[in-house]
């Protein structure tokens, strides 16, 4: 999902509208990113639907009355007013439309977690790991052959009663396919859920467990540079001998040992 230019701004706005609808109320938010969720559906699958909302020649009260014919009784209230003001704003490519309102949804689904907002950031990195660690599961979860509602129940009898209902909602979503495969649907999951709570998301790789107080120098080191806090997801690989290398969005900060070796190697071989 790559939304720019007059799209991204559509989302911004659209965004603050969300959050002001659902502040401090999980339940509502929750509520509101499954009609979202299926309003998206709706117009990824009426192709018809989706050029009426989004062509800029159709007057504002044309479009606000499909989305009441359409979508009237079928969507909480939240949902449909924030539809209704989707289908009023520009969007840089048709398909937009869907792609901004899916967004929406994961954004909902975000606030459906509450102060909970780390404990979903873990939950996600934990997932993504768990599935990326079993070939057997991954694969399940990827097969064309096997319908959604079946894989959606795989999660459900994995997940359910161990993770927050926003993890489960949000791994159901992964298996839609927007973002090509279930890991890098988690991957954006994850930093989404940094970003709604202020944060930046970065992952630790270290040799050995670090210290509540390494931890926390690491992060403070982490949110003086990128000028926000930063949540850590720290994983523990013995291979790399000593030091740390820390993924943050684009960046590879690497200070490990095996990595030191390296290039000391090469530059032997040279």
Not at 19 to 47: G, H, W
Not at 114 to 124: C, I, N, Y
Not at 146 to 174: E, H, I, N, S, Y
Not at 199 to 214: I, K, N, S
Request: glycine share 10%.
């Amino acid at each position: 999902m790559d939304l720019r230019g007059a799209s991204a701004e559509s989302v911004a706005a659209l965004t603050e509208q969300l959050a002001a609808a659902v502040a401090n109320s999980p339940e509502a938010a929750s509520t509101v990113a499954d009609s979202l969720n299926a309003a998206a559906e709706a117009f990824r699958a009426e192709p018809a639907l989706r050029r009426f909302a989004t062509d800029a020649s159709v007057p504002a009260e044309a479009k606000n009355g499909l989305v009441a014919q359409v979508f009237g009784g079928k969507l909480d209230q939240t949902a449909l007013d924030l539809v209704s003001g989707a289908v009023g704003r520009r969007w840089t490519h048709g398909g937009d439309l869907a792609d901004g309102i899916e967004r929406l949804a994961e954004i909902a689904s975000v606030h459906a977690a509450g102060r909970d907002g780390a404990r979903l950031t873990d939950e996600l990195f934990d997932l993504s790991r768990l599935v990326g660690g079993a070939p057997e599961l991954r694969d399940a979860l990827s097969d064309p052959l096997r319908t959604t509602a079946d894989k959606a129940g795989l999660l459900d009898d994995l997940l359910g009663g161990k993770v927050l209902p926003a993890t489960l909602a949000l791994a159901k979503q992964a298996l839609h396919g927007t973002y090509g495969t279930f890991a890098a649907a988690l991957a954006v999951y994850r930093r989404l859920a940094a970003d709604v709570h202020g944060e930046g998301v970065a992952t630790v790789r270290v040799a050995t467990p670090l210290g509540d107080a390494q931890l926390t120098r690491l992060t403070g080191a982490l949110a003086q540079q990128y000028g926000r806090p930063v949540h850590a997801n720290v994983v523990v690989e013995p291979g790399l001998l000593g030091g740390v290398r820390v993924e943050i969005g684009d960046d590879v900060i690497d200070g490990t040992i095996l990595t030191r070796l390296d290039d000391a190697g090469r530059l032997i071989a040279r």
